[in-house]
């Protein structure tokens, strides 16, 4: 059975006040997790392909997921107090 998904909306951030940069890291940590469910379903599209597409989606995970970092946590330096 095919599920239709959910559409990803990434709000803009707003940097004009503090309370707002304050939520930065919150709203990171909801991004991180949207990208590791792209790469799950990224993932589980794989395990569907016949072999010969397999070449395929090795070149394309190289070229979109490979640059990024899939966990994605402040320092103790960079929160904000």
Do not use: G
Not at 5 to 11: A, N, S
Not at 37 to 46: C, D, E, F, N, V
Not at 47 to 57: I, K, P, R, S, T
């Amino acid at each position: 059975m095919i599920k239709k998904l959910p559409i990803l909306e990434i709000p803009e951030l707003d940097l004009t006040s503090l309370e707002n940069m304050q939520s930065i890291p919150e709203q990171i940590k909801l991004l991180n997790d949207k990208i590791i469910q792209l790469y799950a379903i990224s993932l589980a599209l794989r395990d569907c392909l016949h072999d010969e597409d397999v070449d395929l989606y090795n070149a394309s995970y190289q070229k979109h997921f490979s640059a990024l970092q899939l966990t994605v946590a402040p320092s103790k330096d960079d929160e904000i107090h």
